[in-house]
Nanobody, 123 residues
Framework: QVQLVESGGGLVQAGGSLGLSCAAS????????MSWYRQAPGKQRELVAR???????NYADSVKGRFTISSDNAKNTVNLQMNSLKPEDTAVYYC?????????????????WGQGTQVTVSS
């Protein structure tokens, strides 16, 4: 159906910057929203940032002012620019896409997860 592939993860020192990208491919009629989640070991997966096709963005309080989400629905991509990184940002970051897919003569709303990319911030 739909595949999401994240890239850009890696190791960075505290205070540094890192950019993540996610590309969606497959049979997609349209994208309603794309988001970034993260999950640290032993913790719940949490929403980091979300961007809708209408241009609205939302951020977790912990990343406001430091992270910026941007999307290009025409290219089915979403990016996350992470600045002023802190050790507590260390996690696996997952792309999440809320899309409309064709199914025969119909269209269905579905959501898909990427496999995740590791971000490690050293102190």
């Amino acid at each position: 159906q739909v595949q999401l592939v994240e890239s850009g993860g890696g190791l960075v020192q505290a205070g540094g910057s890192l950019g993540l990208s996610c590309a969606a491919s497959g049979s997609i009629s349209s994208i309603n929203a794309m988001s970034w989640y993260r999950q640290a070991p032993g913790k719940q997966r949490e929403l980091v940032a979300r961007s809708t096709s209408g241009g609205m963005t939302n951020y977790a309080d912990s990343v406001k002012g430091r992270f910026t989400i941007s999307s290009d629905n025409a290219k089915n991509t979403v990016n996350l620019q992470m600045n002023s990184l802190k050790p507590e940002d260390t996690a696996v970051y997952y792309c999440y896409a809320e899309v409309v897919v064709p199914q025969g003569p119909f269209r269905l709303s579905r959501a898909y997860w990427g496999q995740g990319t590791q971000v490690t911030v050293s102190s």
